[in-house]
């Protein structure tokens, strides 16, 4: 659309038009990381839509700017938050990998074959507007191809580059994003936390962003396990609706970014089902009956959402005559191949040093996970449900894994050569929640313990000598 | 206060044990970050993308980016590809040049990195016998054409073999091929059946998906006393035999199908016959 569009302006676009489509978001605190992706998958949602149903090009991407501008309309009535010191310096820390992987894309052009064959030639077709049943592995959903396209046809068909950064946006906004998990003002330790966690699981490989889906995947999943983490830690009494969203609407957000992995890659679909059944049940788990009752109000539209877009991608696909049955190219997995998954067992020792070598390559932040989870748990009652959660997705995750390579009918040994680490490596999202969930929330823990301690002591010194305490902890007792 | 103490030593250790697990590892990465910004920098200031794409794909090597860009300017079909094997089938490099060529264009072959072994008919498998009694092979990387099977032939063998070529083991009612294999009176101890049909696209972007060879009536629940004790599975990788050359660089050729070419030489000032003549640096044959 604007061919010659150097990368800075490429860039405004990249971050501009999901920001003041996110814009409409209500709620003056609201994370700049999450609306930028409701922004992001609004966007998608509208090229996906449009280009199925046979809209023109030009009308899709007109449709975009529409939505931007009422993205526009309606954040004007909302107040910028107020400055952040822990914000600066969290960018601060984050600037160099940020700056790094956004280098690195740019000068590492797209990659693999997937990379190549797939998801570039599926970019490529959408930019020629080819129909949908005509595009190259029509089955394989268009979310990923659609964001790449959209940034090709602002930045020109030659800055395939360009068009990559979305998914280093994408990891940064991720990472932003943790911060959702806890009330303003934001603990100074999340400061050390969040800038840890993304140098951990925001790697600057050039591979995340060389055009596979993968980690635009679990950044998407992230978006919606964070906020129902942050639902699940907020409603067991850690702070309650603020000016960063009230349950219902992080609810419906999750809703959104669950139902949409599916639209990113086919196994999303059951990574979205496993995140929306594992979050339900860990938010109705725990709840009383007046709770129970305040939550199936907001759960069951959230529900409805997520049915839908996690539906869409099957419906379109049906109505361009494919069978959406048929879960990948050719006949690798099937209905019928999944339902004879469970007379296969005897591949589970060629499948195990798979999931030896994924445990050793996560083995530090696993056992960082695992400690951190046992204490938090222990010692602050209100993240146990949002543990409890994140550890129940992980296991389901790794269950699901093992059910793919029960099932597929492709040479066992090379699919678990080609896939298997970037399977499993999709759900490294919930190590990251969970460090960061209970990391901050127990160094804050022991902070407040010594100032508690470190005031106790000085009450003992104060009685001694007669003083007064301008600022009693909040657990003394006050002088009578 | 005590348990206050406790409590809080608990959590301090378990922060410190998750920053020990951490902490080298974001240091090591940070470094990284840091480590690769100056060059990157560097490339991104003094390198056009086009470099970097031929940096990465190679020119006469790898992708042979640079040889196939070299050799589809001018190209008169815009919406076709060229078969491109380098060796293997790869469809990546018609995708990484501009524009979408969803048209297969078998007469004209582009091949990067291709050894004289590869055009050449060779043994490409040796089958296992599995325990049902049929065989399975695999060829692991592409091959164009399957010629022939050698089999090694026990002396109980009767004269005539049927045999079929399966898809694999997952998909055994899709058959490939079906042939009588006979077998002389006075028989040696191999077998050579030459396909009078030779299989095109064998077994391209397949993997090491195995094929399923069953020697029916024979062999199926008579393992004991098998009458074949071998078999070799003979192909080409690259079959040049429809073609000839007409560009040819190191490490790489273009090559168009002979019956295409008569019929451009027939046509002067034609776009294929202009395209031809652009791109031809070898003798005419």
């Known amino acids: 659309m604007f061919p010659g569009s150097s990368i800075p302006s490429a860039l405004l676009t990249l971050v501009g038009i999901p920001l003041l489509i996110g814009s409409a978001l209500p709620g003056p605190g609201r994370n700049l990381g999450t609306r930028w992706w409701f922004g992001t998958i609004i966007a998608g949602l509208t090229v996906i839509v449009g280009h199925a149903a046979g809209a023109p090009r030009a009308m899709t991407l007109a449709a975009v700017i529409a939505v931007a501008a009422v993205g526009i309309v309606r954040g004007r009535r909302w107040v910028a938050p107020s400055r952040d010191w822990t914000a600066a310096v969290t960018v601060l820390l984050l600037l160099a990998p940020a700056l790094a992987q956004c280098l690195s894309t740019l000068i590492q052009p797209v990659a693999g074959y997937d990379g190549i064959v797939i998801w570039y030639s599926k970019t490529k077709a959408l930019f020629a507007w080819q129909p949908m049943a005509a595009l190259p592995f029509a089955r394989y959903p268009n979310m990923g191809p659609a964001q790449w396209f959209l940034n090709l046809a602002w930045a020109g068909e030659g800055q395939e580059h360009v068009g990559r950064l979305v998914f280093v946006l994408a990891s940064l906004a991720w990472i932003w994003a943790l911060r959702e998990l806890w009330p303003a003002p934001m603990p100074w330790s999340s400061v050390v936390v969040v800038p840890i966690v993304g140098l951990v699981f925001m790697d600057v490989d050039p591979e995340h962003t060389s055009g596979y889906q993968d980690a635009f995947l679990m950044a998407t999943a992230a978006m919606a396990c964070t906020l129902i983490t942050k639902v699940l830690t907020r409603d067991s009494g850690a702070g309650g609706a603020s000016t960063s969203g009230s349950p219902r609407q992080d609810i419906t957000l999750a809703a959104l970014f669950a139902g949409s992995l599916g639209l990113i890659k086919q196994e999303g679909l059951f990574l979205g089902l496993i995140l929306v059944s594992v979050g339900a049940l860990s938010l109705l788990g725990g709840a009383d009956r ?43 997995f099937t209905v019928g191949s999944v339902l004879q998954a469970f007379g296969q067992f005897w591949r589970w020792p060629l499948i195990a040093p798979y999931f030896a070598a994924y445990v050793r390559d996560i083995g530090p932040a696993l056992t960082a996970a695992g400690i951190l989870s046992l204490a938090g748990a222990w010692l602050a009652p209100h993240l146990r449900r949002g543990v409890q959660f994140l550890w129940g997705v992980l296991v389901v995750h790794l269950a699901f894994v093992f059910l793919v390579f029960l099932s597929t009918r492709a040479d066992l040994g090379w699919h678990l050569e080609s896939a298997f680490a970037r399977l499993a490596g999709q759900n490294r999202f919930v190590l990251a929640v969970l460090l960061s969930l209970t990391a901050v929330s127990l160094i804050e823990l022991a902070l407040a313990r010594t100032r508690r301690l470190g005031a106790t002591a000085r009450r003992r010194a104060v009685a001694r000598e007669g003083a007064y305490d301008p600022e009693p902890a909040s657990e003394v007792p006050p002088r009578a | 206060m005590c348990t206050d103490v406790l409590r809080r030593l608990a959590a301090v250790g378990a922060v410190a044990v998750a920053a020990a697990c951490l902490g080298p590892l974001a240091w090591e990465r940070g470094q990284r970050a840091v480590a690769i910004l100056p060059g990157a920098v560097r490339a991104l200031a003094t390198t056009t993308p086009e470099e970097r794409r031929l940096a990465s794909y190679g020119d006469r090597d790898r992708l042979g980016y640079g040889y196939i860009s070299r050799m589809m300017t001018g190209f008169p079909d815009p919406e076709a590809a060229p078969v491109v094997r380098i060796p293997e089938d790869d469809p990546r490099p018609m995708a990484l040049l501009a524009g979408i060529r969803s048209r297969h264009e078998d007469r004209v072959l582009i091949a990067i990195g291709v050894s004289d072994a590869d055009i050449r008919e060779r043994v490409i498998a040796r089958a296992d016998r599995r325990a049902d009694g049929t065989w399975a092979f695999r060829t692991v990387t592409d091959f164009e054409t399957l010629t022939a099977f050698r089999f090694s032939i026990a002396s109980t063998s009767p004269a005539r073999m049927p045999v079929v070529l399966r898809h694999s083991p997952q998909h055994p009612r899709h058959t490939i091929g079906e042939w009588e294999v006979p077998v002389p009176v006075h028989r040696d101890d191999v077998v050579e059946f030459r396909l009078a049909n030779p299989v095109r696209r064998f077994s391209l972007g397949r993997g090491a998906t195995p094929f399923l060879l069953e020697i029916s009536g024979i062999d199926r629940g008579q393992t004991s006393a098998a009458p074949v004790s071998a078999i070799d599975v003979l192909g080409v990788k690259i079959d040049m035999s429809p073609y000839e050359v007409v560009n040819r660089e190191p490490n790489c050729l273009t090559a168009i199908r002979r019956d295409f070419l008569s019929e451009i030489r027939g046509r002067p000032g034609h776009p294929w016959a202009r395209y031809v003549e652009s791109i031809s640096n070898v003798p005419r044959e």
Not at chain 1, 292 to 315: C, D, S
């Open chain 1, 290 to 332: 007046d709770r129970r009752r305040a939550l199936t109000g907001f759960l069951w539209p959230a529900l409805a959402l997520y049915a839908a877009l996690a539906l869409l991608w099957p419906l379109l696909v049906s109505l361009h005559g494919m069978n959406p049955l048929n879960i990948q190219h050719g006949d690798t």
